[in-house]
């Protein structure tokens, strides 16, 4: 009988708390949506509109239509930054999940001080990229001063020189995820591969990486994402040099991403080169969005039920 009142007490209790928040949700949840609203919605919608503008300032906008897209996709600049972005993602993609796939892996076998390890390559992803760009431009002109070059002196020391911070920057986060994967992986699977007489490679390529997908999914929009939006490393690193002149007389910088140049856009001298950047980031958004959705549908369909 007193299991009984004490069971009946708890439940009412349960029942008053659920019809207490149920009456001041709003409460909560306001100064969530609030916030969203005020730091993202709201300057979102207000930086379409300011692509359709000529600005120096907000309250001297005015309307010119569909002119600053015409200007941008006229850049040729933003085509150059769009293709050598383009492929330093899919390389910096590739390269950093495979990477981070493989240490994972070796790291989940039960070899010796497998947790030091994990610390020593996660490391490099708390550092700043400002402050990375710079250690690693000290590095690449240190090692290419000897072969009398710098990293800002051809565009290939440049794209390669980003991949490698890229790499090192993010392999030790990509490969926490990893790691977390491969442990969810379930061990009767892999004894079950074993008894059938599976190899190594058959159980990873079959059972393991199968199973591992939701990572590889994580990994890869990260990866793509991070790829596209790199900003202050390939500020600091090299700035977008070295630069090459084009026949029309635009100066276009071979090492300069879609940030660095949407950013080098609005801060240039020419009279409305603020409502092209706007425009700009809006193609930026729209193009980073697509592919980010395209890549999530595209994996998540190959990822296997538990």
Not at 120 to 137: E, K, Q, T
Request: net charge positive; charged share 10%.
């Amino acid at each position: 009988m007193i299991k009984k009142k004490h069971h009946d007490a708890s439940v009412l209790s349960s029942n008053l708390i659920c019809r207490s928040i149920r009456r001041w949700w709003w409460l909560f949840l306001g100064p969530v949506v609030a916030a969203f609203v005020i730091g993202f919605v709201w300057p979102f919608i207000q930086g379409i509109y300011l692509s359709f503008c000529q600005f120096r300032l907000i309250s001297d906008a005015h309307f010119v239509g569909l002119s600053n897209y015409i200007k941008a996709f006229g850049d040729a600049s933003f085509r150059h930054a769009f293709w050598y972005t383009a492929l330093f993602a899919v390389v910096s993609l590739v390269l950093i999940n495979v990477l981070a796939f493989a240490v994972a892996y070796a790291l989940t076998q039960g070899i010796k001080g497998s947790n030091l390890f994990r610390t020593v390559f996660f490391m490099p992803n708390l550092i700043g990229g400002i402050v990375l760009g710079y250690i690693w431009s000290m590095i690449f002109d240190g090692i290419l001063s000897k072969y009398g070059t710098s990293i800002l002196m051809q565009t290939k020391y440049g794209f390669w020189g980003l991949i490698i911070l890229m790499c090192w920057q993010q392999i030790g986060y990509m490969m926490i995820i990893y790691i977390a994967g491969l442990q969810a992986v379930p061990e009767d699977m892999i004894e079950a591969a074993k008894i059938d007489g599976a190899t190594k490679s058959q159980t990873l390529f079959k059972v393991t990486i199968p199973n591992v997908m939701p990572s590889i999914t994580i990994c890869t929009f990260l990866s793509l994402t991070n790829g596209f939006k790199l900003f202050d490393q390939n500020l600091a690193l090299t700035a977008g040099q070295p630069f090459q002149m084009q026949a029309g007389g635009t100066v276009v910088k071979t090492t300069e991403m879609l940030a660095l140049n949407i950013y080098n856009t609005f801060y240039g001298q020419s009279a409305g080169s603020q409502g092209v950047a706007q425009a700009k980031a809006v193609v930026f958004f729209v193009l980073v969005a697509g592919l980010g959705l395209a890549q999530l549908a595209f994996t998540r369909k190959r990822e296997v039920q538990q």
